[in-house]
Structure formats: structure tokens, C-alpha cells
């Protein structure tokens, strides 16, 4: 939700450009993303922002990994949500599922 995005994400976030300045931050634009009030928070935070055309998972292969990761919970852990730290490891799993090449492969099916 919006309070935990802003309050924890956002700090995260923060502490990570503050060591790579020269990054900028992307994120979609979900409705708690983009909220008066975590644009307030962004904002005082100092981030720099990317600005990302709505409705564009095309442009963002992230969007492509959660649908793998998601894939992969559903396939190895149908029952999961029954406990929060089963959910976090099923979750870890699942990202340290997806390979270099997985990613490579992805980037190389963007158009120029």
C-alpha cells in the first residue's frame, strides 16, 4: 500500500542513489506510486525520478520477471500464502530462479 511503499521502499531506495548518484529511479505508474503523497515523499527525498509512459510493461522487463517469478510460486508452491515466511522464501526462490540468461534474453527481445 501507499504508507509502506513511501515508508519503507522509498527509504531503501533513497539509501541505495545516495551511494550511486549517478542512477536515476524507476518505478510503473500504480496508483501508490504516483499519489500526491508519495510524490511528496519523493520529492523531499531528493530522487530523481525517470518518467515513465503509462500503461508500457513492454518497456519494463521487470514486469516480464514477476510474471516468471509468479509462474514459478504458483508452479513449486500452490499453498503458500499460508504463512508469511514460507511466502518470503518461496519468493527468494523464485527470484534466484531467474537466470543471466533469462535476462539476456529479455533485453535482446527489445526493439531498438
Known sequence: NEGSYSGIIIPIVDKILQQY???QFQQDNT???T???TKSVIAAA???VIEWPPCSPDLNL???IWDDMKDYIQE???KVH???KKLREAIQEAWESITHE???ELVRSMKA
Open 62 to 64: 521487470i514486469e516480464t
Open 31 to 33: 496508483k501508490n506510486h
Open 82 to 84: 499460508s504463512s508469511y
Open 21 to 23: 548518484p549517478e542512477l
Open 102 to 104: 533469462r535476462i539476456k
Open 35 to 37: 499519489s500526491a503523497f
Open 76 to 78: 513449486h508452491y500452490p
Open 46 to 48: 531528493g530522487l530523481r
